[in-house]
């Protein structure tokens, strides 16, 4: 375990004989902002002081000077940050005409209203048992939420600044102590506390962890919209995402009571509908206009690069709060992860923490990996600017292009006749196959609801631009990233979360172009992948998914994070029970040991469906949208619907039947065939467009004279635009009254 032996009185030779003659020690990285603690001459109740015995703790050393020195950069505090087994009397530092400013509520010593002239002793003791502040704001979200009606582990936070003979300050030093905290996971895991003044927080208007006055406004006006108390649309200020949203904060992290790192960052929210919880998720991210351009420690013990060296560096790191399990077990994302590390995609690690803010007990997290280019970067030693990640459809980082290529491809993936064998060679080409068969056979084996069930959600992939042989994976190919399995295992007991359901033949979102499991359905035509997509589904289930393997896991998280998550739960009003909490583990364990019978039987009916068979361009009628005022009658036994426009309107486009997602390849000659019929003869036309932001281009556009008699057209196009997989056909009815029939429509390439 690393242990950094901080010093911050630096730069010249003098100044050590400054620390020696102090006895003292300071501190590495110097901190800056915050608000509201604790004061030094509060008393306190007789409270437990005692720590494990396994527990390390600092001595703090207190010694008088017996003459001025000159001056020096920055105070110097009698003992360090850390966790110590009874109270003592703290002293700080300066040199011959240099003033301490510092404050104990978190905020800014040299700007601060609470600063003080620092001129004896600071008591340094256990105040859990002083009246809870930030924690006792309620006002933090719309879902129904009470905050604690006891006392929370606190501890004491002294900042501290130089003033010198000038008027200028020095950085600040932070540091955090805590007094007599018995539970044994302050010993066992990593707590970070974070410091910041508390306005950037808690302000009750402007605060980012508050509902905020913009949302109070809001429902006052015309503009108002219900949404679920939970849903991200709701103006909250802590729905408020980017860089606007980012405060500077302390960070401090403690192992087994010492302090081992500790630096200046910036810091937002994160998540999305996990941010209307209580208990909120943090990132850190590490920029020069706070401290240091990295965060150079290991916040994950044992998580090394490609070359197997012990990653030490992070521009950015996640404190999660568990996601949608924040409410049962809090680690499911981590627990699969952990399943799954040694497939071909990559993975987010975690490590588990406790977190302080500004002096109060937040409970228990999981410290996550940011995956990003600099996750890329780091982990294989690829420069990030030849790195693009995608996240939910969007740039994570790289280019614009970057997503149009890959969504190009995808378009290209669900559409290709994967039998044809450039077809498939080209996807292995473009596509890392390992990668993309081992993402979808977890996500569906445990049966993630929040990825592919109607739409799709939560997935990652990166790729690089150009070939490097001497780097891993630096070959173009696009991999995926594993990423937010929270909503998996059986989570919520519904059906369609459950053991029993069949994800592979039942999850499609046949209206995005990032349909995974409509492009392994195409795949499937493939027979050479289709028996290799079989073999290494039986083998994850029987290796990564082993019900022992499962239940060795299970054991450990839930004998490690128990304690700890049910002073989360009645720190957050979660309603914690150590039933409930052991039903869901239980519930868990049950997931993977029913799973295995119930997906190997829908994997056998996976791979026994005849795809010899093109798949039509066009979906079934009644998937078609209906547009303008109209009835509409769907007949699918017939393959066809009816319309009947009771007047004609200004434009033929004023009435529409339309058949989305078409996928058109530039270059490519396509033929329409159709029946149709009117009660009153005219002129219709047919087009097929597509919705570019508000604007309608059309690749196709053709009238045809129709009569009471239904009779067969055929049209035939050159695809002559970029290859786009959101086309949609519609047919226009909007200038003829009367009644119409539209049967057998049929968009398919001419060979």
């Not at 002129?683 to 196709?700: A, E």
Request: hydrophobic share 35%; with cysteine; proline share 4%.
């Amino acid at each position: 375990m690393i242990k950094y032996w901080k010093n911050r009185v630096h730069i010249l030779l003098w100044m050590i004989c400054v620390c020696v003659c102090f006895s003292a020690c300071g501190k590495s990285e110097p901190t800056e902002s915050v608000d509201k603690v604790v004061e030094d001459t509060q008393d306190v109740d007789s409270a437990e002081t005692k720590v494990p015995e396994d527990m390390e703790v600092s001595v703090p050393q207190t010694k008088e000077d017996s003459e001025e020195v000159e001056q020096v950069l920055l105070p110097v505090f009698s003992a360090e940050a850390g966790f110590y087994p009874d109270e003592f009397e703290l002293t700080i530092r300066a040199g011959k005409g240099q003033e301490i400013y510092y404050t104990l509520d978190g905020s800014d010593p040299t700007d601060s209203d609470t600063a003080k002239v620092y001129d004896k002793a600071l008591r340094i003791y256990n105040n859990t048992n002083e009246p809870n502040r930030l924690s006792a704001i309620t006002d933090i979200t719309l879902n129904e939420y009470n905050p604690p009606n006891k006392p929370v582990d606190k501890g004491i936070i002294v900042r501290a600044a130089i003033k010198n003979m000038d008027g200028s300050f020095s950085e600040v030093v932070t540091n955090s102590y805590f007094v007599g905290k018995k539970d044994s996971y302050y010993s066992e895991m990593k707590v970070i506390s974070l410091v910041t003044n508390a306005d950037n927080l808690f302000h009750p208007d402007t605060g980012f962890y508050m509902v905020g006055k913009g949302y109070y406004d809001w429902l006052e006006s015309d503009e108002y919209e219900e949404y679920d108390p939970g849903d991200a649309n709701n103006p909250t200020n802590y729905n408020i995402h980017g860089k606007e949203s980012e405060f500077p904060t302390s960070v401090q992290v403690f192992e087994e009571g010492k302090e081992v790192y500790s630096a200046n960052v910036g810091t937002r929210l994160s998540g999305n509908w996990s941010r209307a919880a209580a208990q909120k998720s943090f990132r850190l991210y590490s920029r020069e206009e706070y401290g240091p351009k990295k965060m150079k420690y290991a916040f994950f013990d044992e998580l090394k690069d490609a070359e197997g060296n012990l990653i030490e560096s992070y521009k950015k790191v996640t404190i999660r709060n568990g996601g949608n399990d924040n409410q049962t077990l809090h680690f499911r994302d981590a627990f699969f992860q952990d399943l799954t590390k040694d497939l071909a995609p990559d993975y987010m690690d975690s490590e588990p923490c406790i977190l302080f803010v500004n002096g109060e007990f937040w409970g228990f997290y999981l410290l996550r990996e940011k995956p990003d280019d600099d996750y890329i970067e780091a982990h294989y030693g690829i420069d990030k600017d030849d790195v693009a990640v995608l996240k939910n459809g969007e740039v994570e980082s790289g280019e614009d292009s970057d997503l149009e290529e890959f969504n190009a491809f995808c378009a290209w993936a669900k559409a290709a006749d994967m039998s044809v064998e450039e077809n498939y060679k080209r996807f292995c080409e473009v596509m890392d196959l390992q990668s993309f068969m081992d993402y979808v056979t977890v996500e569906t084996y445990i049966n993630n609801a929040d990825w592919i069930n109607g739409y799709v959600n939560n997935w990652q992939i990166w790729h690089t631009r150009t070939v490097d042989e001497s780097l891993p994976k630096a070959d173009t190919k696009w991999r995926f990233i594993f990423y937010d399995m929270d909503f998996a295992g059986g989570l919520y007991y519904s059906e369609n979360t459950g053991y029993a359901w069949d994800s592979l033949n039942n999850n499609r979102a046949d209206g995005s172009v990032y349909d995974f499991l409509t492009i392994l359905d195409n795949l499937m035509a493939n027979p050479e992948f289709a028996e290799q997509f079989k073999e290494n589904y039986l083998r994850i289930i029987d290796t990564c998914f082993a019900p022992d393997v499962v239940d060795a896991l299970l054991d450990s998280y839930v004998k490690s994070y128990k304690e700890a998550t049910q002073d989360t739960f009645y720190r957050f009003d979660l309603g914690w029970s150590a039933e409930s909490y052991d039903a869901s583990a239980a519930h868990l364990r049950e997931f993977f040991h029913e799973r295995p019978a119930y997906a190997k039987q829908y994997l056998e009916a996976f791979c026994a469906v005849d795809r010899s068979e093109p798949k039509p361009m066009i979906s079934p009628v009644e998937k078609w949208g209906y547009y303008g005022e109209a009835e509409v009658t769907v007949k699918p036994e017939e393959n066809a619907f009816c319309v009947s426009v009771p007047n004609a309107k200004e434009s033929p486009w004023d009435i529409q039947c339309q058949a989305y997602n078409i996928t058109l390849n530039k270059g490519q000659e396509y033929r329409i065939t159709f029946k149709a019929s009117c009660t009153t003869p005219g002129v219709m036309n047919l087009g097929i467009n597509r919705n570019d932001n508000g604007q309608y281009p059309g690749c196709f556009w053709q009238e045809f004279q129709v009569s009471e008699d239904l009779q067969e057209y055929t049209m035939q196009f050159t695809m002559e635009m970029d290859t786009n997989y959101d086309w949609y056909l519609n047919y226009n009815f909007g200038n003829i009254e009367g009644d119409y029939v539209i049967k057998d429509v049929v968009l398919e390439p001419v060979e």
